[in-house]
């Protein structure tokens, strides 16, 4: 589905991890919806960098106390789902950890939100130079209707002032990894919203790893998608795993099986469960969270 | 089954119901009717002012300038240029003020203060422009010494301010949430998304807004004949004298006792009335695809 350099080799073999506290980083063997999708290689198969840690992470609207202690780590070899039913936080804590959280005026954060050693709500921390680390994927697409689809691309990188010599290169990498190259490369200078839906949300990540993230948050990416489109994102999920460390909040839990390797079930803002996908499915731990994924409420 | 007795609710016209189906006739017609008057109104203006103004217009209305207290003859060069210097400066002055005003209130100010620059426009939008007029003179025409273009430029920007920033208002409001967030979610700052995202997106809104202001403000009378009320031949381009300008022009002909000087000033309120028209129609053009684009 994607340009020659995109060879897919051998899949991906599980990287050796050290065992560590958190469930989420529990070595899983690769769940079967991934096998046999082409990866996408970039050069590496196991990264370093791209590890999120949340610590005690609380949201508030107001008085409103949407997300209550959230401790999760996010590896960056894997893909997280996070599920929960409608209301529930995820999309709350997950704009906490780019800090989009607080651009809702009186909404607040309390905790850490680390990454990479780094907390990113220190008070020296640069508001801007969080987002252009950890990038997000919104639930409608939204591509700049004044742009051109190239533009769109590289919005990231000239509004932040970056040199304009590696654009069109940039710009290239960005699409071909966001599945988008071949559909668009022949009318660039196009407006982005002449696109389709699913066209559309490609362009919106392919805006996003423009600026080269560590993480990418994705926010119901596919709610506004038909299933043709949701399908080529699922599919772009799996190869983008390898370059960035992927963030998925679902309302669908068939999503959530096919393309995340680890998933969090959240409930009244609090992480109930957090396991290998396939266990969260078959046999989770929590009663609860037994009962959200064979649909007994949500 | 056909023996239903017409004294069965579903028969229409009795007592009560009788009544309200009246009373709904008699609403409906008059607004109606209110409606047609006031289109009605429009044309009747219009038409009235091209059939007694038209008469007068050829090319010499349009390039010569009015003589001199109640000489006949000439034209209204002078007035339009004046006009078009002092609507220029005043657009000059509050087009920029006016949008920074609602990027204020928009983008950067807290609600509450928002509420009440917004409140703060809104009466001074309503202040009779004979009061701005005041206002001005004693601000520059009695410190000058004598009444200006410049003065009058003034005048008109203090009353185009509160439209131009209340449409902006309006318009950056429309501006969806979510470009906003893809902006500031790339690592944009807030200026700059105002500037490359919010800004160029509602651009037709904007215009739309600074065409109305400047259709409202070329036809005022009252405060440029206390800011730049000054008769002289021929045409003036220097601002810091008195300025000619078709509304006064219009005024001064019809208190004239020539008939000509009445036609005359006919056809001058021909050609303002033709002007806010025709900058009316670009601008709810404008508007129109500009919402378009909004709503997509």
């Given at each position: 589905m994607n340009p020659a350099e995109k060879v897919s080799e051998s899949p991906m073999t599980e990287p050796q991890r050290e065992p560590r506290a958190e469930p989420a980083s529990s070595p899983r063997p690769t769940i079967a919806v991934a096998e046999g999708q082409a990866k996408a290689t970039r050069g590496r198969t196991h990264r370093d960098v791209g590890t999120v840690r949340l610590e005690g992470l609380h949201a508030y609207y107001g008085s409103n106390h949407a997300v209550r202690g959230v401790d999760l780590v996010f590896d960056p070899n894997e893909v997280t789902a996070i599920i929960g039913p409608s209301g529930c936080g995820k999309s709350t804590m997950v704009r906490c950890i780019n800090r989009m959280h607080e651009e809702i005026p009186s909404a607040r954060a309390e905790g850490k939100v680390v990454l990479d050693q780094i907390d990113l709500y220190n008070s020296a921390i640069d508001v801007?130079?969080?987002?252009r680390s950890i990038g997000m994927v919104f639930q409608k697409p939204n591509p700049f209707p004044t742009m051109s689809i190239v533009d769109n691309v590289t919005a990231g990188l000239r509004l932040t002032g970056a040199p304009r010599s590696e654009m069109k290169e940039r710009a290239q990498d960005a699409l071909q990894s966001a599945g988008l190259w071949d559909e668009v490369k022949d009318r660039l200078n196009n407006a982005g919203d002449g696109l389709s839906g699913g066209q559309q949300q490609r362009l919106c990540i392919a805006r996003a790893l423009a600026v080269d993230p560590e993480v990418l948050l994705m926010d119901e990416p596919c709610s506004a998608l038909d299933p043709v489109g949701t399908l080529r994102i699922e599919e772009l999920i799996s190869q983008l795993r390898e370059r960035?460390?992927?963030?998925?909040?679902?309302?669908?839990?068939?999503?959530?099986?096919?393309?995340?390797?680890?998933?969090?079930?959240?409930l009244n803002g609090e992480m109930v469960e957090v396991g290998q996908t396939e266990k969260m499915f078959t046999n989770p731990d929590d009663d609860r969270t037994e009962q959200y994924v064979t649909g007994k409420f949500g | 089954m056909s023996a239903t007795p017409p004294t069965h609710p579903l028969f229409a016209a009795r007592g009560n119901l009788r009544r309200r189906r009246r009373v709904n006739r008699v609403v409906e017609i008059s607004s109606t009717v209110a409606a047609?008057?006031?289109?009605?109104?429009?044309?009747?203006?219009?038409?009235?002012?091209f059939r007694k103004g038209v008469g007068a217009l050829n090319l010499g209305f349009f390039t010569k300038s009015t003589p001199l207290f109640g000489a006949s003859g000439g034209g209204i060069a002078n007035a339009i240029v004046g006009t078009g210097i002092m609507v220029g400066l005043a657009t000059l002055m509050a087009v920029p003020i006016g949008l920074l005003v609602a990027i204020?209130?928009?983008?950067?100010a807290e609600q509450r203060v928002a509420h009440v620059v917004r409140f703060a426009l809104d009466i001074l939008n309503g202040v009779p422009t004979i009061i701005t007029g005041i206002f001005v003179v004693g601000l520059i025409v009695i410190p000058q010494g004598h009444g200006s273009g410049t003065a009058g430029a003034v005048a008109l920007a203090i009353i185009m301010l509160p439209i131009v920033a209340r449409t902006a208002q309006e318009v950056l409001a429309l501006v969806p949430e979510t470009l906003k967030e893809a902006a500031y979610a790339l690592g944009v700052t807030r200026w700059r998304t105002t500037l490359r995202v919010t800004l160029p997106t509602a651009a037709g809104g904007l215009l739309t807004g600074s065409l109305l202001a400047i259709a409202r403000v070329a036809g005022e009378t009252a405060p440029l004949i206390l800011t730049s009320f000054l008769f002289a031949p021929g045409v003036i381009t220097d601002p810091s004298q008195g300025l000619a300008s078709i509304p006064l022009f219009i005024f001064q002909s019809s208190e004239s006792p020539s008939p000509e000087s009445h036609t005359q000033a006919w056809a001058a309120a021909l050609v303002l009335i033709a002007f806010v028209l025709v900058l009316n129609v670009i601008a709810r053009a404008f508007y129109a695809r500009s919402r378009q684009r909004l709503e997509g």
């Open positions: 801007v130079a969080v987002r960035v460390t992927i963030v998925i909040v679902t309302h669908n839990m068939q999503q959530a099986a096919r393309v995340a390797d680890t998933t969090a079930f959240m | 047609l008057l006031a289109v009605a109104v429009l044309l009747i203006v219009v038409f009235s002012v204020y209130t928009s983008e950067f």
